[in-house]
Nanobody, 123 residues
Framework: QVQLVESGGGLVQPGGSLRLSCAASGSIFKINDMGWYRQAPGKQRELVAAITSGGSTNSADSVKGRFTISRDNAKNTVYLQMNSLKPEDTAVYYC?????????????????WGQGTQVTVSS
């Protein structure tokens, strides 16, 4: 079974830092775009940052200059380095990935979500 397993969330004080990780596992032929989304209580899920297989990135204006997305293709892992955290960053953070799976000679693309990891920024 294909899985996206997230780690690194927790409780941190304003101004602190956290590093989220998301590792993909399973019968994966190729990983294309990957990204991080977040959802706060009572709000819609929003894109935080995304990265292509070639390493091109984009991020939401609210996190520019504070968050950095990166990936390690050898480890099938995407990271989100979060610095200068603010209370408004509090949310459940979800990893997302476009995966190409191998079924014999067939190559089929799917979109997958991680289980979510809680990030709480509070003094």
């Amino acid at each position: 079974q294909v899985q996206l397993v997230e780690s690194g969330g927790g409780l941190v004080q304003p101004g602190g830092s956290l590093r989220l990780s998301c590792a993909a596992s399973g019968s994966i032929f190729k990983i294309n775009d990957m990204g991080w989304y977040r959802q706060a209580p009572g709000k819609q899920r929003e894109l935080v940052a995304a990265i292509t297989s070639g390493g091109s990135t984009n991020s939401a204006d609210s996190v520019k200059g504070r968050f950095t997305i990166s990936r390690d293709n050898a480890k099938n892992t995407v990271y989100l380095q979060m610095n200068s955290l603010k209370p408004e960053d509090t949310a459940v953070y979800y990893c997302n990935a476009d995966l190409v799976l191998a079924y014999g000679s067939s190559r089929i693309g799917f979109n997958y979500w991680g289980q979510g990891t809680q990030v709480t920024v509070s003094s």
